[in-house]
């Protein structure tokens, strides 16, 4: 980023400062997204007087943003691509203060640019924390969502000693198991369990992938949810807290992210 990056926000600062200044101009632009509505719609979707809704439209048909017409208030063109890009921040900004001490304390740097510019997906995201009397209360909660899943997809620079079991058993009923994991971590995991690794990669359900750069994240994702652990700043991983979501957007991320890190790993074949 430089002076150049630095000159656009010159060009549209009004337009920026007119639009975000007012919670009405904001809930109107969103609002409209899905289609148009009547200032009587607005007015009771958002609290406020006719006059207000009607003020506030002035202001956004000036700036071409919005167009009366008589069925009600229509986004432009330029208005819906705007009121997207607004209502995507919005959201990211909501994830963020949700679980503020969460972000503020935890390293990102795992999360490729792309995969965070959709943070806004993890909206629904629940914190699963151990505390000192439940020192296990993150992984018991794991091991009970796990249990059942048919399609278990997971990148870790970590292994935890249960872990190894807990695929075995996967596995075993049939559930397809796909895994990303560090250098270190594999050759760690064959070393320690080498009979249960001899037996796993003869499976057709059970693929291991190496990916050769360090990891900076963890997360497994099934057909039913996420779960995504992050490293604190101070570089130490941080076991004790589990971000959780059920939610049908932030399970698509965390396939595409899973994919992302696929495609630039290898793969474990028999006689490795």
């Known amino acids: 980023m430089g002076r150049k990056e630095y000159s656009m926000y010159e060009n549209i600062g009004d337009l920026l400062k007119l639009i975000t200044s007012s919670g009405v101009r904001v809930k109107m632009m969103i609002g409209l997204i899905d289609g148009?509505?009547?200032s009587g719609q607005l007015r009771n979707e958002i609290g406020v007087s006719s006059s207000t809704v009607?003020?506030?439209a002035r202001d956004l048909e000036r700036e071409k943003l919005l167009a009366e017409m008589e069925d009600g208030y229509h986004l432009t063109s330029v208005g819906r691509v705007i009121s997207s890009k607004l209502y995507d921040m919005i959201r990211t900004m909501?994830?963020?203060?949700?679980?503020?001490?969460?972000w503020l304390t935890h390293d990102v740097g795992g999360i490729p640019k792309e995969f965070l510019d959709r943070i806004n997906e993890l909206e629904d995201m629940e914190i699963v924390r151990s505390t000192p009397t439940d020192v296990i209360k993150a992984l018991s909660y794991y091991i009970k969502l796990?249990?059942?899943?048919?399609?278990l997809e997971g990148v870790s620079p970590i292994m935890h000693p249960d872990f190894p079991k807990i695929i075995e058993r996967l596995v075993d009923r049939g559930a397809t198991v796909k895994l990303v994991?560090?250098?270190e971590i594999f050759e760690m995991g064959k070393k320690k369990h080498s009979h249960l690794f001899k037996e796993l990669i003869n499976k057709e359900n059970f693929e291991v992938w190496i990916y050769e750069k360090p990891i900076r994240v963890a997360f497994t994702v099934t057909e039913e949810f996420l779960s995504l652990a992050l490293f604190h700043i101070d570089g130490n991983f941080d076991s004790n807290n589990d971000l959780i979501s059920k939610n049908k957007g932030a399970i698509n991320w965390g396939r595409e992210l899973f994919k992302y890190y696929q495609k630039q790993s290898h793969r474990v074949r028999e006689g490795t």
């Open 54 to 56: 009607i003020h506030a």
């Open 94 to 102: 909501t994830v963020l203060e949700k679980s503020k001490d969460f």
């Open 36 to 38: 148009p509505k009547t």
């Open 181 to 183: 994991l560090t250098k």
């Open 146 to 151: 796990v249990r059942n899943v048919k399609n």
